[in-house]
C-alpha cells in the first residue's frame, strides 16, 4: 500500500514564525500535491509537483512556497505565518502515465496560528 | 478538468442504500469518473472509479449511463462508518502533470 506521511498531526505556532510542513511518499510517485481544507470550502489546491525540483502554482498560492528537493519528499512552507492560515493541510501523491493511479492522501496537519 | 456537481448533504439509516449522484455535463470523451470518501480527520481514499456503465467493488458500486453526463455512487447497506464526505471527480486516468480539483463533496450522516 501507498503510505503518505506528514510529519506532524497537530501544529500550533504564532504569527509571524515560519513553518515547514513535511510530507513524505514511499511509492516513487511523481506527483505530489499540497491541499489545504476548510469547512464549507472543500480542499483547495495550494501548490504541485510533477518532478523533483519542479513546482506548480495551485488555486491559493499566496502565502506560501514549496519545496521539492528529493522525489519522495515535498515541502510546504509558510514563510510569515497568518491566523487566516489556521486549517488542516493534507499532502497527497500520484503517479503519472496511462495506467495513472487516484491520489494517496496522508492523514493531514491541523495547523493552529495564534 | 471538469466541473461536477453533487448534493452538499445527504441522511440516512442504517441499513439503508444510498445513491449519491454526481452531475458532470462536460466530461470529455477521455476523462474517467473517481469517486473518493473522506472520514473526519483524515485525508481522502479512493473508493472506485469507472468509465461507462457499472463498476462494482467491495466498498461500493458506480452507476454511469451511456450519455456519462452524470454518475451515481451507491452504497449498499450502510453503517455508521459510512458517514463521511463523499467526492465526485472527472478527469483523464492519466492526468499527467496537472492537478485534480476537489469540490466541497456531499456530507453523507448515517443514522442509528
Known amino acids: 500500500d501507498v503510505k503518505v506521511t506528514q510529519s506532524s498531526r497537530y501544529l500550533v505556532k504564532r504569527t509571524g514564525e515560519k513553518v515547514f510542513l513535511e510530507c513524505v511518499q514511499d511509492m516513487d510517485h511523481e506527483n505530489m500535491f499540497w491541499y489545504r481544507q476548510d469547512p464549507g470550502l472543500g480542499l483547495r489546491l495550494i501548490y504541485f509537483?510533477?518532478?523533483?525540483?519542479?513546482?506548480e502554482k495551485g488555486d491559493i498560492p499566496e502565502g506560501y512556497s514549496v519545496s521539492r528537493e528529493k522525489k519522495e519528499r515535498f515541502s510546504l512552507i509558510l514563510e510569515s505565518a497568518s491566523t487566516n492560515q489556521t486549517s488542516m493541510y493534507l499532502c497527497?501523491?500520484?503517479?503519472?502515465?496511462?495506467?495513472?493511479?487516484?491520489?494517496?492522501f496522508g492523514n493531514g496537519t491541523r495547523l493552529t496560528v495564534t | 478538468l471538469a466541473k461536477t456537481t453533487q448534493p452538499i448533504s445527504m441522511d440516512s439509516y442504517e441499513g439503508q442504500e444510498v445513491n449519491i449522484t454526481c452531475s458532470h455535463n462536460n466530461i470529455a470523451t477521455n476523462d474517467y469518473i473517481t469517486w473518493y470518501q473522506q472520514f473526519p480527520s483524515q485525508g481522502p481514499r479512493f473508493i472506485i472509479q469507472g468509465y461507462k456503465t457499472k463498476v462494482t467493488n467491495e466498498v461500493a458500486s458506480l452507476f454511469i449511463p451511456a450519455d456519462r453526463k452524470s454518475s451515481t455512487l451507491s452504497l449498499p447497506r450502510v453503517s455508521l462508518s459510512d458517514t463521511a464526505v463523499y467526492y465526485c471527480?472527472?478527469?483523464?486516468?492519466?492526468?499527467?502533470?496537472?492537478?485534480?480539483?476537489f469540490g466541497s463533496g456531499t456530507r453523507l450522516q448515517v443514522q442509528p
Open positions: 509537483s510533477y518532478d523533483v525540483k519542479m513546482k
Open positions: 471527480l472527472v478527469a483523464p486516468l492519466d492526468t499527467g502533470r496537472r492537478a485534480l480539483t
Open positions: 497527497a501523491s500520484s503517479t503519472q502515465g496511462a495506467d495513472n493511479s487516484p491520489l494517496h
